[in-house]
């Protein structure tokens, strides 16, 4: 009996440290010794994909700034700054009265009914010890919840740190632990790209199954050591301008002067006809997928 009231006390609180209304954006912070460290700076790529008059250059992430820029792309075009300001207008936003009424509910329905219900016939069908349950865990919680909210903290406002930090372990963290190395392709900053710093595609990859492979790196059997594409995105709005194609030169020119890698390896989905042709196009072919546990299709080149 005590045990399973353990168990449902412990899954209540995760539950609750879940949603907290269902009104919290939860943000992952991970230590401050990870995010004051620098990045690894490398030299840039000089290459420049053309449209017309428009040049656009390519060069590979070099600095902790570019890292977050290049997380914000791919974070729909929000940076930190607009993750810390949307936070807070939602905040304010919010009805505390009405937010204080969800949050009783969350704890004296959502959770008190069920518990109740559960120990009631967990325990011989002991109503005494169902209402005790039900006041003593859903009521609890519904009012703490109910006096969080009140006190208009049911949205969790980030600091800039909190928010850099979300956004680099969502969208970048490979390239922030230094697994990973990237290249983006800029366009104006005074356009819609501004928010991510100019960025408006990007390219990035891991070195493995080599002895210059950072620590913990994937490693596949009897593949050479190899440049693996991880992540290829190019705005909707600027494709078909040759940008890919600039972004996997810089891709393989970097595998090629900068690792011992003797082929250059992705997944794809086979539906996604427009990458598959890209990718062809680069000189790519499918092969065998070494891996078992992912329908997608392996594609490699060789490096001579």
């Known amino acids: ?33 990870f995010h004051n460290s620098p990045s690894k700076v ?7 994909a053309s449209t017309s008059e428009i040049t656009y250059p390519v060069k590979q992430i070099q600095t902790e700034q570019d890292i977050i820029d290049l997380a914000s792309f791919r974070n729909d075009l929000t940076n930190p700054e607009m993750m810390v300001e ?10 505390n009265t009405e937010s204080a009424i969800k949050g009783l509910t969350i704890g004296f329905v959502y959770i008190g009914i069920p518990l109740a219900v559960i120990e009631y ?3 011989g069908q002991d109503l005494q010890h169902a209402i005790e ?4 865990v859903g009521g609890t919680i519904g009012l703490i919840l109910g006096v969080n909210n009140y006190m208009g903290k049911a949205v969790f406002l980030p600091s800039m740190a909190d928010a850099e930090n979300r956004i680099i372990v969502d969208y970048a963290e490979g390239l922030k632990r230094e ?39 994937q490693s596949i059997e009897n593949i050479p050591a190899h440049f693996h594409l991880k992540n290829m995105l190019v705005h909707d709005s600027m494709r078909r301008k040759g940008i ?18 003797e082929l250059l390896t992705l997944e794809v989905e086979e539906e996604n006809e427009g990458a598959v042709k890209l990718y062809e196009k680069a000189g790519f072919a499918f092969t065998k997928n070494p891996t078992t546990f992912t329908k997608r299709k392996f594609m490699t080149k060789k490096l001579e």
């Open 133 to 136: 349950i039900y006041f003593g």
């Open 244 to 261: 890919g194609m600039l972004l996997m030169d810089a891709f393989e020119e970097y595998a090629r002067t900068k690792t011992d890698a």
């Open 179 to 217: 697994k990973d190395v990237g290249f983006v392709a800029m366009a104006e900053k005074t356009t819609k790209f501004e928010p991510s710093g100019g960025i408006m595609a990007c390219v990035d990859g891991q070195l493995r199954n080599s002895p210059k492979s950072p620590p913990d790196t």
């Open 121 to 123: 016939f967990n325990s």
């Open 86 to 95: 949307n936070a807070g207008l939602k905040s304010a936003g919010v009805d």
């Open 1 to 33: 009996m005590m045990m399973s009231l353990l168990q449902q006390l412990i899954t209540t609180i995760i539950v609750v440290l879940l949603c907290v209304n269902k009104e919290c954006d939860a943000f992952s912070v991970v230590s401050s010794k």
């Open 42 to 48: 490398s030299s840039s790529s000089k290459l420049h």
